[in-house]
């Protein structure tokens, strides 16, 4: 019997997405395995986020097959994917200004799945002590990198089996990089799978395990993310 670790808990299969007449995705596949950190690299307007929008139901694919864990989820909602167990970070963040650190964590609260620890307060203030020291204060007086990690944590309070992160290192100072790419390795430790797109290529490389690049909508190169050249990057990706 086929083990369901033994297949991608992501796959997406030729989709077609538009904005309005406008078509930006293009037969765009690619697919995630369980446990794995993969990155989409490209240049601002490739089609990063389209596909993310895609995958949440934020945007319906005209055709094409979108399973997760083995399930066809192309025509649902964003909360109806939210509840099967997909987290979504996007660029912008979205954090409410107005309430507190925990308040925050507690809008993004969602039971926790068969076989896996919950996600509590308590265990993302270990992740991001950060927060920890300022759980009473208000989203809106955080910093950029703060408010970046407090929204990678309300989505972990969803507890998703797989994340994916909307160009999340843009913006942030090398430090607030250094302890981004400590928690997606520890997220990796905890077993959730996680996409996230990129243009930063140095930060992909110290925490991904393989990377698509997208070019004018379409995939035009997978492989492992140690043996990517600078040259097939600086082809596709390169402003």
Known sequence: MNNQKDKPILEVTAINSFYG???ILFDMTLEINP????VLLGRNGAGKTTTFKSIMGIVMPKDGKIRFKNQEIQALPPFKTCGMG???VPEDRRIFS???ILENLEVGR???RQGRSPWTAERLFDLFPNLAERRHQD???LSGGEQQMLTIARTLMGNPEL???DEPSEGLAPVIIDQLSATIRK??????SILLAEQNLRFAKRICDRAYLIYQGSIRHESPIDTLSDDEYEKYCSI
């Open 35 to 38: 446990g794995e950190v993969v």
């Open 110 to 112: 969602q039971p926790a």
């Open 21 to 23: 007449k406008a078509q």
């Open 187 to 192: 997220l990796k430790e905890e077993d959730v």
């Open 86 to 88: 997909l987290g979504y």
């Open 98 to 100: 107005r309430l507190t």
């Open 139 to 141: 989203g809106g007086n």
């Open 163 to 165: 994340i994916i992160l």
